[in-house]
């Protein structure tokens, strides 16, 4: 607004601009004290060091490693001495090279000439391929009773899946432990054992292999629960295109899996089904809370976190927690050797 409009208003209408702009002023200034409060903030935490593996709860897959030193070559490694691989006990078979004649003067050569050995091993894998067992049940109708009769399936060989149990052996253990997908797992197969089987029928023989696991599981939980002490963790997993959790659940002789779609205490309590450890080992996470009798925080993760407040600079707290740590870490690994009067002190 310019001068000539400024004197062409009235009074009352100078006085409403006058308000209407102190307001504006008003409303900016807060704004103004808002945003840089909040630039203090990023500020701060742009100075803060990083989280890593080392001092936070990241996992090592986070972690960044460090950068070769000029010229992009790891130091050469002390030389050591020279170690050949050990000849089999059992060979399969033994091949004795000899020479019928001398190679420079064609004389004449028999065993006794050849007194010194040079023995090495070559292994190789046999061809491998399946082995495919065709069973005739002959059946017909019974001259004395008229009724039709088949013979029984033999041992080991019932009908319906064509698949033996070594070879589904295989076939979970490549999924699960190697984690080979199905399209991938057919083709392996396919190349490696002349076997052709389509990704249903790898689909068909883990779902079969989930009962015995499931009844394994459940006897794995059950050491669990038993426990007098048990340590938990949980972290993201992925299921189905969903965020989902896998709680881990611990003892000294038992490790169960569980995989939620929740992240609450409330897996936990499920899990136990009221059963209380003596001693529960975990993490500062709520979720993680009052579930054994006595609680014991994770000594790795304190060791974290005193980790990262040194690195954001506190030099009278953190130093000295963090060698206490050490130290209780340095006694549970003596704690077989030590005795009880000892370890009171």
């Known amino acids: 607004m310019n001068r000539a409009a400024l004197l062409s208003l009235s009074r ?8 209407a702009q102190h307001a504006q002023i008003e409303a900016q200034a807060e704004q103004v004290k808002n945003l840089t409060a909040r630039i203090v903030e990023l500020q701060a935490r742009l100075a803060a060091p990083a989280k890593t593996p080392d001092n936070s709860s990241l996992p090592p ?7 070769l030193p000029d010229g992009g070559k790891k130091k050469p490694r002390p030389s050591r001495p020279g170690v050949a691989r050990a000849l089999a006990e059992h060979p399969d078979r033994t091949i004795e090279a000899t020479l019928d004649a ?3 003067c064609a004389h004449a050569l028999g065993p006794t000439d050849q007194p010194e050995v040079h023995a090495y091993d070559h292994i190789e894998l046999p061809p491998v391929q399946p082995v495919v ?5 002959h059946g017909g109708v019974c001259p004395c009773c008229h009724r039709h009769v088949v013979a029984a399936a033999p041992e080991g060989f019932a009908p319906g899946s064509p698949f033996g149990p070594g070879l589904c052996a295989l076939i979970i253990h490549l999924h699960i432990t190697q984690a080979i997908g199905f399209e991938r797992l057919a083709r392996l197969l396919a190349e490696v054992f002349g076997l052709t089987i ?9 779902a079969r292999a989930q009962t015995p696991l499931v009844a394994a599981a459940a006897v794995i939980a059950q050491n669990v629960r038993a426990s007098a002490v048990v340590g938990s963790d949980e972290t993201s997993a992925r299921v189905r295109g969903k965020t989902w959790w896998q709680w881990v659940l611990l003892s000294s002789t038992a490790i169960c899996h569980v995989i939620a779609d929740t992240r609450a205490a409330s897996v936990v309590v499920e899990f136990l089904q009221g059963a209380q450890p003596q001693v529960w080992v975990a993490d500062r996470y709520g979720g993680q809370l009052g579930h054994g009798a ?4 994770c000594l790795a993760h304190l060791l974290r976190d005193a980790t990262y407040a040194i690195e954001a600079g506190d030099a009278v707290f953190a130093p000295g927690f963090r060698l206490l740590l050490l130290r209780a870490m340095a006694i549970g690994k003596r704690r077989a050797d030590l005795k009880d009067t000892t370890l009171v002190r």
Request: with cysteine; aromatic share 0%.
């Open 12 to 19: 009352d209408e100078l006085i409403a601009l006058i308000l």
């Open 61 to 67: 897959s986070k972690g960044e490693k460090a950068n």
């Open 102 to 104: 001398c190679p420079h």
């Open 133 to 137: 067992t065709r069973v005739n049940r």
């Open 198 to 206: 389509s990704e249903g029928a790898i689909a068909n023989i883990l």
């Open 294 to 297: 006595v609680r014991q925080m």
